[in-house]
């Protein structure tokens, strides 16, 4: 059984956050999607760039469920410090 997107909502920071996608920061007046995801009687809390939540919903669902932290570039799907579409 897969786990489930439970508050999810979008923001403009008041504080500075990390972006779970790319590690990066969310900067004070950055609008963010915020959310929690449980799954296994855990409970996590997860906060996204504009463009990283988009970047997530184009992964295979099948990979949705295992994005770790600070995983991905910012607001892509290369893996971090590997960015084959920004020619990084």
């Not at 500075?16 to 296994?40: F, M, S």
């Not at 988009?54 to 099948?62: H, Q, T």
Request: with cysteine; hydrophobic share 30%.
């Amino acid at each position: 059984m897969m786990g489930q997107t439970i508050n999810y909502s979008e923001q403009i920071a008041k504080k500075k956050h990390i972006c779970w996608w790319c590690g990066e920061a969310i900067k004070a007046g950055e609008k963010y999607a915020r959310w929690r995801y449980a799954d296994a009687g855990e409970c996590l809390p997860v906060l996204c760039h504009e463009e990283c939540k988009e970047a997530w919903k184009n992964l295979d669902c099948s990979e949705r469920d295992c994005v770790g932290f600070a995983e991905f570039n910012r607001g892509c799907t290369c893996e971090h410090g590997w960015c084959k579409c920004k020619g990084g």
